[in-house]
């Protein structure tokens, strides 16, 4: 099974900062990669598929990047309604595999 | 628009069953594969099973193999999760999921959860 790794665990930030999240995997996993953005008591919601394309409705200020074995969650400027937890999935075979999640507080 | 709701969740004692539903509408139930995904209090998500348009094609994580089995009914657009033998260590929210293809597909959308404790 291909094993996910994200990092950081946590980041304490402020209104307006730059977010970066990153999910590594334990082997080439041709961009198939998602990420999900969880609001506590909710279900995920997808922000990211395919490693780089924005699902409809998200903000612009979310961005996926990362080939191979490396991705990256960006946020350019964080807003408030952003806090909650990020994580990555990977669909490259089954099982399909998640990342520990990154949580966000505001500082 | 597309709904998952999950039903069936509650307290069951360890070593005991339950069976958990997710009735979906507002997309093609069965050319979409289906998936269980779980997260214990405070921790993250772990996908448990998952089951192919068809149902020919399953898969269990490690944690599940053997004690849970996945089906589905496309003529209900329903799947469901047969849970046995349960310990502690499932308790969770449960959450059905879909993705477009079995292979190849990540999880689109999410119902929102039942919740299962497991105690004695």
């Known amino acids: 099974d291909i094993q996910m790794t994200q990092s950081p665990s946590s980041l304490s930030v402020s209104v307006g900062d730059r977010v970066i999240i990153t999910c590594r995997a334990s082997q080439d996993i041709n961009n198939y990669l998602n990420w999900y953005q969880q609001r506590p008591g909710k279900a995920p919601k997808l922000l990211i598929y395919d490693a780089s394309t924005l699902e409809t409705g998200v903000p612009s200020r979310f961005s996926g990047s990362g080939s191979g074995t490396d991705f990256t969650l960006t946020i350019s400027s964080l807003q408030p309604e952003d806090i909650g937890t990020y994580f990555c999935l990977e669909y490259d075979n089954v099982p399909i595999t998640f990342g520990q999640g990154t949580r966000l507080e505001i500082k | 628009q597309v709904h998952l709701v999950e039903s069936g969740g509650g307290v069951v004692q360890p070593g005991r069953s339950l069976r958990l539903s997710c009735a979906t509408s507002g997309f093609t139930f069965n050319i979409y594969a289906l998936h269980w995904v779980r997260q214990a209090p405070g921790k993250g998500l772990e996908s448990m099973t998952g089951i192919s348009d068809d149902g020919s094609q399953t898969y269990y994580s490690d944690s599940v193999k053997g004690r849970f089995t996945i089906s589905r009914d496309n003529s209900k657009n329903t799947v469901f999760l047969q849970m046995d033998s349960l310990t502690n260590e499932d308790t969770a929210v449960y959450f059905c999921?879909?993705?477009?293809?079995?292979?190849?597909?990540?999880?689109?959308?999410w119902g929102q959860g039942t919740l299962v404790t497991v105690s004695s």
């Open positions: 999921a879909t993705g477009r293809y079995f292979y190849g597909s990540g999880i689109d959308h």
